[in-house]
Structures are given as C-alpha cells and as structure tokens.
Nanobody, 128 residues
Framework: QVQLVESGGGLVQAGGSLRLSCAAS????????MGWFRQAPGKEREFVAA????????RYTDSVKGRFTISRDNAKNTAYLQMNSLKPEDTAVYYC?????????????????????WGQGTQVTVSS
C-alpha cells in the first residue's frame, strides 16, 4: 500500500521559514516525479513545485521562485520543500504527490493515468 506522509507545517511569521517533508512508502520512490501542491481556503489546489525522478530537474510556480526549494533524497524515500521568505499569501494546506508523467508538462500529474498518489496534507499558516 502506497503512503505519503507530510510533516513540517505550522504557524510562522511573515519572512520566516519552514521545511516540509514527504516520506513515501510502498512504491519505487526513485521512479516517480515528486510534486508539492497547495490549496488555500476557497481556492482550487495549485501546483507549487516538482522534481523529476531522473536528473533532479526542478520546476516552480512563478510566485515561489527564488523563495522555495524542492529536493529529494532517494535513499530515504523522502521529498522536501524548503520555504523561505514566507508571505501571508503562502497560507494553505500543502500536499505532496508522487506521479509518473512526461513531455512538456512532466511536472504535473498525467490525468490519463491512475497511478498518482497523494498525502493527507499539512497546514502552513503565515501571519502578517
């Protein structure tokens, strides 16, 4: 059974930092793209960052470029999201996901496949 478990969320003041972790089990971690997504109250879930299964290529949404860093440790089956210079608008539930995808949109889950996996989410709240 595949499990993704996020941790590291919490309450932080604007300008602060948090490091999210996503521990995976039940899958060949090194073969999956790992992504972070977030959903703020009243909004749709949005893409934040992804790291490819090979070569560690990364992709970020524009609003977090230069502030967030995604990484992975295949030996530990864990993905990370280092979040610096946090802003109130970063407040959301953050989800990690593991998926197989390709092409120009490799950083997003492939809607035609049924083998993407999601964690339960971790709350990040940034106070002003």
């Amino acid at each position: 059974q595949v499990q993704l478990v996020e941790s590291g969320g919490g309450l932080v003041q604007a300008g602060g930092s948090l490091r999210l972790s996503c521990a995976a089990s039940g899958l060949t971690f090194s073969r999956y793209t790992m992504g972070w997504f977030r959903q703020a109250p009243g909004k749709e879930r949005e893409f934040v960052a992804a790291i490819s299964w090979t070569f560690g290529i990364t992709r970020y949404t524009d609003s977090v470029k230069g502030r967030f860093t995604i990484s992975r440790d295949n030996a530990k089956n864990t993905a990370y999201l280092q979040m610096n210079s946090l802003k109130p608008e970063d407040t959301a539930v953050y989800y990690c996901a593991a998926y197989v995808s390709g092409g120009s949109r490799w950083y997003l889950p492939d809607a035609s496949r049924k083998d993407d996996y999601w964690g339960q989410g971790t709350q990040v709240t940034v106070s002003s």
